[in-house]
């Protein structure tokens, strides 16, 4: 079945430490996000890239940043991840063609934790 | 800007209870709205979306665009609902979740 796949699921970290989370999908999808997931908070979007050669940010995307690779992968950074960085962390694709609603399908997070 | 509030953080009611899950939003365009939904263990994802119109799980949700909402209605819940749904926007080209509702149906 076509798929979002996010590795690693699970990550402890220390303060000042870099992090990748890495999306990769086989749903053959242009468009990818990145949310965070915060209890009370809901999802926020950190950041979107709806091609190859198209990054844009999110409502929240200080002390992040991303990387497309290619259609399929979609990486987010964390160059000197803190504290308030802990949370649960889903990439998302959605197929805009043929004048589909945007319908994001969603992998299944990755919990990182900043110690 | 675009904004979605749905006030309630916990909604508990018992098994063939009405349910009303509310969302009210903000934005100045022709809006799109979704709920999505999230089992324990399970992935996020699309319940129904208003220009559907339809009905999934015994799940509806009219857009009022006088009162600017979306609630989510069941006539009679069951235990297998108890999730987190989250009620989203789709103004300009991405989704803004509002901070989601956790609905607990006791047996």
């Known amino acids: 079945d076509a798929d979002v796949t996010q590795t690693p699921r699970n990550r402890i970290t220390k303060t000042g430490k870099r992090i990748m989370l890495e999306c990769s999908q086989t749903?053959?999808?242009?468009?990818m996000y990145w949310y965070r997931q915060d209890p009370g908070l809901g999802l926020r979007l950190i950041y979107y890239s709806f091609d190859v050669k198209d990054i844009n940010k999110g409502e929240i995307s200080d002390g992040y940043s991303v990387s497309r690779q290619a259609q399929a992968k979609f990486s987010l950074s964390l160059e000197s991840a803190i504290p308030n960085q802990t949370a649960l962390y889903f990439c998302?694709?959605?197929?805009?063609?043929?004048?589909?609603?945007?319908?994001?399908?969603f992998g299944e997070g990755s919990r990182l934790t900043v110690l | 800007a675009q904004r979605v509030t749905q006030p309630e953080k916990l909604l508990s009611v018992f098994k063939g209870a009405p349910v009303e899950l509310k969302c009210n939003y903000s934005?100045?365009?022709?809006?799109?709205l979704f709920w999505y939904v999230q089992y324990s263990r399970q992935r996020l994802q699309l319940l129904l979306r208003?220009?559907s119109r339809e009905s999934i799980k015994g799940f509806t949700a009219d857009l009022n665009k006088g009162e600017t909402s979306f609630h989510l209605k069941k006539p009679f819940a069951q235990e297998e609902d108890s999730a987190m749904y989250y009620c989203?926007?789709?103004?300009?080209?991405?989704?803004?979740f509002g901070k989601g509702t956790m609905l607990l149906v006791s047996p």
């Open positions: 934005y100045s365009g022709s809006p799109e």
């Open positions: 749903k053959g999808h242009d468009r």
């Open positions: 208003h220009i």
């Open positions: 998302a694709t959605s197929d805009e063609a043929g004048g589909n609603t945007g319908e994001l399908f």
């Open positions: 989203a926007l789709r103004g300009y080209s991405t989704l803004t």
